[in-house]
């Protein structure tokens, strides 16, 4: 169905306040017209535009690079508990969240600090520790793009961005909306939500949405368990016919009990990695052990719009939390297999407070006599943390893996209570940013973006001063990053595109944490893509489908000298090259088809592991933990108006665990399937199994652990609206 679609802008209001911004829209859009063709709600999302894919609203079908939507009603259908479940839905993406790294993500070849998450268009800087998985109900939407794309977001994004976008304020309905859930190891739920408007009339308009969602779970590992909180508040206030402004609120408050780390890899070490299936719910931590995260976010977004062509947007962010960690965490078996040596306790705690500010304007007109549509503003954040590690290496026992007393944390030897400061690293940010697409032709378009970065980085030690741990230190960084890209339009339903973009990465990937040993000798690591694709629709609409080919190069990884393994260099290169394939069809009234594929080659093309005081080249060698294949399948037919039955598999090659690759986690396919039954227009019931056929398999691997994912479940879900 045509639609013409007209985004709110941003406000001049806070202008004059604005010490600008990195942020997220509202759920208006920039003040832009699109026309084009409306998506359904389910299958590949052409035509529903992006807040992450480009600044100017454009729609993955506009955009010259792989942009991939997972919406709201996705989200529910496939039974995506938290963010990371949701991520399965987009080509080649992995991810896990072993705690000492539970925003871990592999995409394109890359991982860790090389993918930038971002919590509506935000990055706090340190993503692969902060991005732990949210339960799904306070969010909208999840949009990813591939490939380098610091240009949008900022240094980082080698592999690609992920963008996870909350539900805001709407003026469409009014609506109450609630859930529970129950499943197998005492899993729950219990959600509810509601969008009002406060006032009608003439005058000041207001509009208000509440989201609230309580989960816990015994856990499917032995004594862990988790209990977590989300609320997400909003205020849209329409002032007048231009101006409007967006409050929201924000809150996570996550309590992981002895949490599980890993299951221990049988020896002989090498070649495929394998865990005792008998022992695959043992919990190695101390009875004590404790995860902990408590987050806030404030957010006001100001739009004003000057007229149909021009408009503003200003967002002005605050994001505070508290990390903690009290563990024993890596766990390895003795050379007969018979028991397990339980090392490595750290006692750690995370401040972090993130203040920031983007001033965006948007139009729309006219350049050299062809339509062209502008996007140019200003971002600024002021990111401080403050670290309390106390950790002790080395082994503290050795116990029967069939019966074993956990033990409590302050028992372990050498360790006591206390928090004692290491560093505080502050990291500022300027940048100013461009964005334009250029009409070329009728059916030719032309997409620029370049972005430029002034990166202060401060550091104070309250630690032991020497020469490897100065009291200060300081370091800039001014990465300049862009994208050009071609669209071309066969049909008004089929496409091809043509992309290069290129991305920078500060030295050891994460500036909130960089020590001094890991920044002295580095500067910017450097990435570019390119990539050519197609996005079309076909059998009249039914279904739709995008291809992608890529090759991406970083190059100035640290890598050890050859000469002398003891010392680094910022010589080091690795690349990717994959292709990614995504389709939905109808395939009749009644049954959806959705798929995607994804294959990747990816190697060190220069880089040198220092092992026992000796350089050993890892040229051509796979980096860990990323899949060489991933596939993915959901089918949902529906039997009548009132019953649905569906069915879904995810496959997974093998990963190495170490970059000598001599250690790899097996391939896996899991299965799922639902019955859902449709009680009136408002209330439905759904029943899930997930891992149908039990697979033991592991979603993230170290040296000597696998990190195994649930065994089955079953759940039983009641959803209704009024």
């Avoid at 990111?383 to 050795?398: A, E």
């Avoid at 039983?716 to 009024?722: E, I, M, P």
Wanted: charge should be negative.
């Amino acid at each position: 169905m045509p639609y013409s679609y007209r985004l709110s802008g941003c406000a001049a209001l806070l202008c004059a306040l604005s010490f600008n911004a990195v942020a997220e829209a509202p759920l208006t859009l920039p003040d832009l017209r699109i026309n084009g063709r409306a998506d359904a709600e389910d299958g590949v999302l052409l035509d529903t535009p992006s807040q992450t894919g480009s600044r100017l609203g454009l729609t993955p079908r506009e955009t010259p690079a792989s942009v991939n939507i997972v919406n709201r009603q996705q989200i529910q259908q496939r039974g995506a508990q938290t963010t990371q479940d949701v991520l399965n839905g987009v080509p080649g993406m992995t991810a896990a969240s072993p705690p000492g790294s539970a925003g871990s993500v592999a995409y394109r070849g890359f991982s860790g600090a090389q993918i930038t998450q971002l919590f509506n268009g935000i990055s706090v800087q340190y993503d692969s520790i902060a991005a732990r998985p949210v339960d799904s109900w306070i969010y909208d939407r999840v949009e990813a793009v591939g490939g380098p794309s610091s240009f949008l977001f900022g240094a980082g994004a080698v592999g690609g961005s992920i963008n996870y976008i909350t539900k805001l304020a709407s003026r469409d309905e009014n609506f109450n909306e609630g859930r529970i859930k129950y499943g197998s190891y005492d899993s729950s739920e219990t959600s509810f939500g509601f969008n009002h408007a406060l006032n009608d009339g003439d005058g000041i308009r207001n509009y208000a949405r509440l989201d609230f969602s309580h989960s816990k779970s015994n856990g499917y590992v032995d004594r862990e368990e988790r209990d977590a909180w989300t609320v997400a508040f909003s205020l849209l206030t329409d002032i007048n016919d231009q101006l409007s402004h967006t409050l929201a609120v924000e809150y996570q408050n996550e309590t992981v009990d002895s949490p599980y780390w890993g299951s221990p890899v049988l020896n002989p070490l090498g070649g495929e990695m394998k865990v005792d299936e008998s022992r695959r719910f043992e919990n190695y931590n101390v009875e004590d052990g404790r995860y902990e995260q408590r987050v806030r976010w404030l957010r006001s977004i100001t739009d004003y719009r000057f007229n149909d062509n021009t408009s503003l947007r200003n967002t002005l962010y605050h994001y505070n939390t508290e990390r903690n960690f009290r563990n024993l965490e890596t766990y390895a078996y003795n050379a007969d297999n018979s028991r397990v040596n339980r090392s490595n306790a750290l006692l750690q705690r995370h401040d972090q407070e993130l203040n920031g500010n983007r001033f965006e304007l948007l139009h729309e007109g006219q350049l050299f006599g062809l339509n062209s549509q502008w996007s140019a503003g200003l971002d600024y954040s002021h990111n401080v943390q403050m670290s309390y590690p106390r950790s002790i290496t080395g082994i503290f026992d050795s116990v029967d893996p069939a019966t074993f007393e956990p033990g409590h944390f302050y028992d372990l030897n050498g360790m006591v209570p206390g928090y004692q400061k290491n560093r505080e690293n502050t990291v500022d940010t300027w940048a100013a940013f461009v964005e334009n697409r250029l009409q070329l032709t009728e059916r030719l378009s032309l997409l620029t973006g370049l972005r430029y970065d002034h990166i202060d980085l401060d550091v104070h030690n309250y630690r032991t001063v020497d020469a490897n741990n100065p009291l200060d230190f300081q370091r800039s960084y001014e990465p300049t990053t862009g994208r050009i890209g071609l669209v071309y339009e066969l049909t008004p339903a089929a496409n091809v595109y043509v992309q290069y973009s290129t991305a920078a990465d500060p030295p050891s990937g994460m500036l909130s944490t960089a020590s001094f040993a890991s920044v002295r000798d580095f500067d910017l690591s450097t990435g570019k893509q390119l990539e050519v694709g197609s996005k079309f629709s076909f059998l009249d609409g039914r279904g739709a489908a995008t291809v992608a080919a890529y090759h991406i190069e970083r190059k100035n990884l640290a890598t050890a000298d050859a000469a002398n393994p003891s010392v680094t260099q910022p010589v080091g290169k690795q690349s990717s090259r994959g292709v990614e394939v995504a389709a939905s069809l109808h395939v009749t009234p009644k049954l959806l088809a959705e798929g995607n594929f994804a294959y990747v080659d990816a190697q060190y093309d220069e880089f040198n592991e220092n092992v026992g005081g000796r350089s050993i080249s890892r040229k051509g060698n796979t980096p860990t933990n990323i899949p060489e294949r991933v596939a993915n399948l959901w089918l949902t037919y529906d039997i009548d108006p009132s019953w649905q039955v569906g069915a879904d598999s995810r496959y997974v090659s093998s990963v190495y665990a170490d970059a000598a690759n001599t250690r790899y986690a097996p391939s896996y396919t899991i299965f799922g399937a639902f019955l859902g039954f449709k009680v009136d227009d408002d209330t439905r019931i759904t029943a899930r199994v997930r891992n149908l056929t039990d697979e033991v398999y592991a979603r993230w691997t170290s040296a000597s652990m696998l990190y195994l994912g649930a065994p089955r479940t079953l759940e039983l879900a009641v959803q209704t609206r009024f």
